[in-house]
């Protein structure tokens, strides 16, 4: 494609057109990650740790049993392998973007690069909604674990009223009730807090704590699979699949509860949200990604298999810690669930940790491209790191946790990974095209359609057999989302608005990662400025062909021309 300059004879709607598919050259974007004052601390295990920490939490100590009691019956085994599968397919196309562009936008930032600023600010948008819905679902579920706790290690039980949330969902009317005598979650409004809280101090000890937490989990996961196991009567898995009723069961109710465990699997994405955080992200990421999916995927499957059976589904129904209670119907388990309780609230606490961990980083680097308020993508100065994001990111999530049930916001969550789960296997398949010769830290195997396209159809597929109510919570949210950038973004855009952006205000940021003119920027990096750099090497490089080219006249032009002037793209 050809970049070409038009006078103000060129329609309106023209120019609108091209803003709204205008897309960030590529080596802006490599530019940035290279040059951070994030700390850059964590290794591959880290990255390890923080996908296992995000992933292994609500999905086996909460949704299980909310899935197989309302949806699959045993059968949610199988929702878990359909989800593993999809997130597998999803997962190698993010660990190929996450290599060729290593940015903490995740697919926000992919997106930008290959379809332009409406659809990046929409998955932008939507990841907001995936990590702050994601972190106040396992609130819930953290809450009521504690709640079991005190009870069973204390004998202290908790007035409903402070524990619970005021309203509750019915799966079968697909309508809000009341949760009479309830008012407020006040345990999982302290959990958001306290994890917002460490995340503002600092990387490095929330590195330090997800660590120690992931340990503690997965011993305690293995700990129910072997302990468990001695109580499973095979009489629990019949029927497997059963008979359809209402909307739930049958197997339409296999791919529902596919839709709702689908939740479990978030984590492995927010990986790539650390990326300016890595010491190597373009070899690391991948790995951190891929393993810790895997490792996921193999104790997800485990765990059901036990709960379905040791006892019947339908027991499980309403059930917010399902693996406890289902301890509770076979003596000589006390210290077995104790065990578990322990486990259940290190563990969600982590997976809380980092969706607080990835969201604000999101916020920060679309509030970097000028789409939101300045204040959002400056570092504090002494921790480095969002903490104005991450602040706002917290009390929203507390707020959530407070007062809606984990069931409305398990599914809310779900459909919102898939719709980016679409976009980033999309993604690849453009920038094999578009940027053919960018050196990868990974490659999609098979080409560019064989694993890609298979990704996005089948997300395709659970996101439209999600419920009604939940498709039209996600379209109301995108709604909004495309109203406030209409409002704002639209005008705020660095690439759309470069005489809104002077020198004052790049230097508002503290750093110097706004960088517009090459020259400086390249003399800089021979100075080695930059508190945050890594070495580059060739997969930081964009070889010299045609597209590359266009990548540095784009570069050069990195903003939208004045009304008598319009820049484009034609075929």
């Excluded at 994405?269 to 895997?294: F, M, N």
């Excluded at 059901?304 to 339908?314: E, P």
């Excluded at 399902?322 to 563990?347: K, Q």
Aim: net charge neutral.
């Amino acid at each position: 494609m050809a970049i070409v300059q038009h006078d103000g004879t060129v329609p309106l709607w023209k120019r609108i057109v091209w803003r709204l598919i205008a897309r960030k050259p590529l080596e802006q974007i490599l530019h940035e990650g290279r040059r951070t004052q994030m700390k850059r601390i964590l290794g591959r295990l880290d990255l390890i740790a923080i996908g296992i920490g995000a992933i292994i939490g609500t999905g086996i100590f909460v949704l299980t049993g909310v899935a197989a009691a309302e949806n699959a019956g045993p059968a949610v085994i199988i929702s878990f392998i359909i989800g593993g599968v999809i997130s597998g397919l999803s997962a190698f196309s993010y660990s190929e973007l996450s290599s060729m562009v290593p940015i903490s936008g995740s697919a926000f930032t992919y997106t930008y690069a290959t379809m332009g600023e409406l659809m990046a600010w929409i998955i932008g948008w939507d990841l907001i909604l995936e990590y702050l819905v994601g972190a106040a679902t396992v609130a819930v579920g953290w809450s009521s674990y504690v709640v079991s706790f005190f009870s069973d290690v204390f004998n202290v039980d908790f007035t409903r009223k402070t524990t619970q949330a005021p309203v509750l969902w019915d799966s079968s009317s697909l309508s809000f009730k009341v949760n009479h005598g309830a008012y407020i979650n006040i345990p999982a409004i302290f959990i958001s807090l306290a994890m917002t809280l460490l995340l503002v101090l600092g990387i490095r000890q929330a590195s330090w704590l997800n660590r120690t937490i992931v340990c503690i989990k997965l011993v305690v996961v293995l700990l129910f699979i072997f302990g468990a196991c001695r109580f499973v009567d095979r009489d629990n898995y019949k029927p497997f699949v059963p008979k359809r009723e209402g909307n739930s069961y049958g197997a339409k109710g296999v791919f529902k509860g596919t839709q709702r465990v689908f939740f479990a699997y978030i984590g492995f994405d927010a990986v790539s949200t650390a990326a300016q955080e890595a010491k190597d992200p373009q070899r690391d990421l991948p790995w951190g990604i891929c393993l810790s999916l895997g490792i996921c995927t193999v104790l997800y499957i485990a765990v059901a298999t036990i709960l379905c059976g040791i006892v019947s589904y339908r027991e499980l129904k309403g059930q917010a810690s399902p693996l406890v209670y289902a301890l509770t119907f076979h003596d000589n388990t006390r210290w077995l669930r104790i065990l578990i309780e322990l486990g259940a609230i290190c563990g969600l606490s982590s997976v809380i940790l980092i969706m607080l961990m990835g969201q604000p980083r999101i916020f920060f680097t679309m509030a970097r491209d000028g789409l939101f308020p300045k204040i959002f993508g400056r570092l504090h100065h002494r921790f480095k790191t969002p903490y104005v994001p991450t602040i706002v990111s917290g009390v929203v999530c507390a707020v959530l946790a407070g007062v809606l049930p984990v069931d409305i916001l398990g599914d809310m969550t779900s459909v919102g990974t898939l719709l980016a789960f679409i976009l980033v296997n999309i993604g690849v398949i453009i920038m094999r095209f578009t940027h053919a010769h960018v050196e990868r830290g990974f490659r999609v195997p098979g080409g560019p359609f064989l694993i890609p396209v298979p990704g996005a159809l089948i997300a395709l597929v659970v996101l439209v057999l999600s419920d009604g109510p939940t498709i039209y919570r996600l379209f109301i949210w995108l709604g909004i989302g495309l109203v406030v950038y209409a409002v704002y973004g639209y005008g705020h855009s660095r690439i759309g608005n470069p005489e809104r952006w002077s020198e004052e205000d790049t230097a508002y940021f503290q750093d110097d990662v706004m960088v517009y003119d090459k020259g400086a920027s390249a003399k800089k990096e021979e100075e080695g400025e930059g508190r945050g750099e890594y070495e580059p090497n060739d997969r930081d490089s964009v070889k010299d062909d045609t597209s590359h080219q266009e990548e540095i006249q784009t570069q050069q032009h990195y903003h939208m021309p004045t009304p008598s002037q319009v820049i484009y793209r034609d075929n």
